[in-house]
């Protein structure tokens, strides 16, 4: 990110064109110490000479001091891991002043702005009281808004409208979501089919692979997206929530989700864990939470998305994807609190709190998190 600095700026412009600063002074009207100081950054020029500075070097107002109000994908990518970190080292106050302020300077880079909305919801955990996490998913509703009604980019809106609608629920505001939601396009389709077909014709299958491949993963996350609702809404046929879990286990086995997708998995582990014990089923929630401990504490770690032997053309894909990135939505550290927190600080769980079985689960959850 690159701060104002005309100083700099005009001394690249006056040597790339081979003007003095007694020429640059004569041109403006002023003396040359004044140009002096506005180099050396002891000064700012008036701000009614901006347009003259930047016309004489055929420059934009935005060039001629610095300003950059985009930031590319890369370094987006490097602040959201950087502030990721901070929330697991510094104060969250401080950390969230710093994500203000930084929106406040690039509130015109939209894929900035949802990379920051989407790192406040996932710290709300670490807000020091109820008014303040309403606060910042306030904040984050203003960023995903902007971003769907101001931005150009089709994926972009479309990802800022379900993190508007995720906001509006936790703000308690379902009838919001259903007018951002609806009409929910059942005929949209997928365009990879016909790509990929396309590819093909040119007679580049690699590439019709990789387009097909993409299209697989993208409905296969969006399936188990789908679960964790529908499971909910099966609680009050047993038999049901039953085969729909046992559907959800076959095919998160049949695409190797342990592996391709640890964190996915594990919370819907937990949710399905916490569904049981609505059910009075102890000994269920037992047994997917002992599967929770075990991939949680398996090697796993660093969490990032990636193929796999089937997705074999897929990381070219998740390292350029910004919205689904590769890099996990929190820091390590974080991610394995909260592992443990899903377990030992969750309500739901309180009556297992005297298990054998539950006891040795977040024991081992424990020393897994000392162990990083």
Known sequence: ????????VLI????????????????LGVSKGAVSKWETGSSLPDILLLPQLASYFDISIDE????????????IKKLYIRLSKDFSMLSFEEVLAECLKIAK????????????????????????????VEQIIEKALEWFHRVRTEADETNLQKEALLMEAFCLLQLQRPSEV?????????????????????????????????ILQVGIYKEIMTLFNLFPSYLNLCL?????????CQRFYKIADVFQMKMLHPGILLGIYITIAQDW??????????????????????????????????????????DSELVLRSFPPRDETLIRHSMTQALNENPVFLPLAKDSRFQMMVNRLKASEEEK
């Open 64 to 75: 001629l001091i610095g300003y950059q109000p985009q930031m590319e994908q890369e370094d």
């Open 236 to 244: 009050n046929d047993a038999e049901q929530f039953a085969e729909t």
């Open 1 to 8: 990110m690159k701060e104002i600095n005309i100083g700099r």
């Open 105 to 132: 300077k690039f509130y015109a880079c939209y894929p900035l702005l949802f990379e920051l909305g989407t790192l406040l919801i996932n710290h709300t955990s670490q807000a020091s009281c109820p008014e303040q």
């Open 277 to 318: 014990m609505k059910l009075n089923n102890a000994e269920q929630a037992l047994d997917i939470l002992s599967q929770y401990t075990e991939l949680a504490v398996s090697n796993i770690y660093p969490l990032h998305l990636h193929g796999d032997n089937f997705f074999d053309l897929l990381d070219e894909w998740l």
């Open 178 to 210: 259903i007018d951002i939601l609806e009409p929910v396009n059942m005929q949209s389709g997928s365009p990879e089919p016909l790509l990929a077909s396309a590819y093909r014709a040119i007679g580049n299958d690699q590439e019709a692979k990789k």
């Open 12 to 27: 690249k412009n006056r040597h790339k064109r081979g003007i003095t600063q007694d020429e640059l002074a004569t041109h």
